[in-house]
């Protein structure tokens, strides 16, 4: 999988040279598959124990196996701790499912402290797999606040509602803007300069495609529910639903890919490590539409063992850094 090439041309400094390399995954199907079935089976027999395991089997796999510039990355999770995050997620949404078979309100009370409890838990997530990620002996890190992770993720998606999601674009910008602009590598900040008219763009193209799938799906099955009375229609009407779950999955498929081949694009062309890196992403939409799309093909054709092959194929792609020297 190491299809990218590497040019050094001079930067504008006077002792330093800007290095454009890319992103090579050196991972294989066969040698992912026998971790991953050894990790599903282990979490089976362990009833999801294993799982904490499984997971940072997998992570220090997948960033072993990723090179940019002759170095790998490595992870550094401790599965204790994953683990006990996870104890921790089960007993909160268990007291919530047992009190609301007993009291509402206590219910009520619950939901809303962990609505509350959901920037908190956004931070804490992010700041984990920053600090075990680490590159050339240097970690990452996350520096955003409980205060500001409320305002993104609470107030403002609340706000967008008053506004009938017009401002949502504008609320996702700003939440991206949150992540990114609080990501540190050692002691460099990464900085993002995200443009708001990029998230429109995204945003309504993705609903122009919804709108247009469901429009053409609907011409297709016509009269379909004006014969729902005649008996010998019924089969007619079975395909018109076969037909409506198709456009629904491509609906998904297609608005997806999207938004977030335009949106990660986006994101890597504006963002940078001040002076240690720059990015430059180039995943198109035809690109996005055919790696999901093959890899649906393939699970539900394999039952779902064409998982692993899943992960390999969403290794970095359609990536190049420039790394000042």
């Not at 970690?139 to 009938?164: C, H, K, Q």
Request: proline content about 3%; charged content about 10%; overall charge positive.
């Amino acid at each position: 999988m190491e299809n990218t090439e590497t040019s050094v041309t001079p930067s504008v400094d006077n002792y330093s040279t800007t290095h454009i390399s890319g992103v090579k995954f050196h991972g294989q199907a066969g040698e992912f598959f026998s971790i991953w079935i050894v990790n599903l089976l282990l979490s089976i027999v362990t009833l999801g124990i294993y799982s904490a395991w499984a997971k940072v089997r997998t992570n220090r796999y997948f960033y072993s196996n990723t090179e940019i510039d002759g170095h790998r990355f490595s992870y550094l999770g401790d599965p204790i701790q994953i683990l006990k995050g996870r104890i921790i997620g089960v007993i909160l949404f268990g007291a919530y499912f047992l009190a609301s078979a007993f009291s509402p309100i206590a219910a009520l009370v619950i939901m809303l402290l962990l609505l509350a409890a959901t920037p908190f838990l956004i931070c804490l997530s992010i700041r984990f797999k920053m600090r075990m990620t680490a590159y050339r002996n240097v970690r990452f890190n996350f520096n955003g606040s409980y205060g500001e992770a409320f305002v993104m993720f609470i107030v403002l998606p609340i706000a967008s509602i008053f506004t009938l999601y017009l401002i949502m674009p504008w609320v996702l910008k700003k939440m991206d803007e949150f992540i990114y602009s609080n990501v540190t590598f050692g002691d460099k900040k990464v900085q993002s300069e995200l443009k708001t008219g990029e998230y429109y763009i995204a945003s309504l193209g993705a609903f122009f495609i919804g709108v247009v799938l469901f429009a053409v799906a609907m011409f297709a099955i016509g009269g379909s529910l004006a014969v729902l009375t005649d008996p010998e229609a019924m089969a007619q009407m079975s395909y018109s639903l076969i037909i409506m779950m198709v456009v629904y999955v491509l609906v998904i498929l297609l608005a997806s890919s999207f938004y977030t081949a335009r949106i990660r694009n986006h994101i890597f062309n504006h963002s940078q490590i001040e002076q240690v890196a720059s990015f430059q992403s180039n995943l198109t939409f035809g690109q996005l539409v055919w790696l999901r799309l093959s890899n649906f093909i393939a699970m539900v054709c394999t039952l779902g063992f064409a998982m692993p092959c899943h992960g390999l194929m969403c290794a970095p792609h359609a990536f190049m850094l420039k790394l000042h020297r």
